[in-house]
């Protein structure tokens, strides 16, 4: 199966700042990478699919890149709202896997 | 619009079945554009995707619990369900189904139950 390891695993990070996420496959996968965020006792929320297509409804300060093994989820100007875990899945083979996921804090 | 929600028993005893059940509103489980999954998220961890079926009951499970579980539907109800049997405290997690787009984007998940807790305790 395709592993994917998200980096770093812990980021608290103060309102405005920049933020960047990233997600290593263990071979490649194309762009068949999908962001989730998830806010505690909350289902996942889909946040950009296929690396970098953003989705309805999603803020635009939201944004993905990258192919192959290495992927990034960018926030740019990051709200408090925004706190959560956020996770990578590959869509590439079956089954599907998940990142370990990145726990953002607001400072 | 489409819901998914879960409903089963919250606590199971080791080495028994866990069996949960996620019941669709807003749009049919027989649809040729989606699979209907489960996903599990242990406290602590990271998610896990435990597998999927599509209407016609072709299913596909994660071969590292292939030999546990199963999964079905129930077209006429408009649910699928999950049994994964001999159960130990490494199956305690939340329990999620959600709908996975099969031709248009598949790994997208756009919609999810609420997730169900399960413990397994004597």
């Known amino acids: 199966e395709i592993v994917l390891t998200q980096s770093p695993d812990f980021q608290s990070v103060t309102p405005k700042e920049k933020v960047t996420i990233t997600c290593r496959a263990s071979?490649?996968?194309?762009?068949?990478l999908h962001w989730y965020q998830q806010k505690p006792d909350q289902s996942p929320k889909l946040l950009i699919k296929?690396?970098?297509q953003s989705i309805s409804g999603v803020p635009s300060r939201f944004s993905g890149s990258g192919s192959g093994t290495d992927f990034t989820l960018t926030i740019n100007s990051l709200e408090a709202e925004d706190a959560a875990v956020y996770f990578c899945?590959?869509?590439?083979?079956?089954?599907?896997?998940f990142g370990q996921g990145t726990k953002v804090e607001i400072k | 619009q489409v819901q998914l929600q879960e409903s089963g028993p919250g606590l199971v005893k080791p080495s028994q079945t866990l069996s949960l059940t996620c019941t669709v509103s807003?749009?049919?489980?027989?649809?040729?554009?989606?699979?209907w999954s489960w996903i599990r998220h242990h406290p602590g961890k990271g998610l896990e995707w435990i597998g999927h079926?599509?209407?016609?009951?072709?299913?596909y499970y994660n071969p590292s619990l292939k030999s546990r579980v199963t999964i079905s539907v129930d077209t006429s109800k408009n649910q699928f369900s999950l049994k994964l049997n001999s159960v130990t405290a490494a199956d305690a997690a939340v329990y999620y189904c959600?709908?996975?787009?099969?031709?248009?984007?598949?790994?997208?998940?756009?919609?999810w139950g609420q997730g169900t807790l399960v413990t397994v305790s004597s």
């Open positions: 959600a709908r996975e787009e099969r031709e248009a984007a598949p790994g997208t998940f756009a919609y």
């Open positions: 807003g749009g049919s489980i027989s649809s040729a554009s989606y699979y």
């Open positions: 079926i599509y209407y016609s009951g072709s299913t």
């Open positions: 899945l590959q869509s590439s083979t079956l089954p599907r896997t």
């Open positions: 071979q490649s996968i194309g762009s068949s």
């Open positions: 296929y690396a970098s």
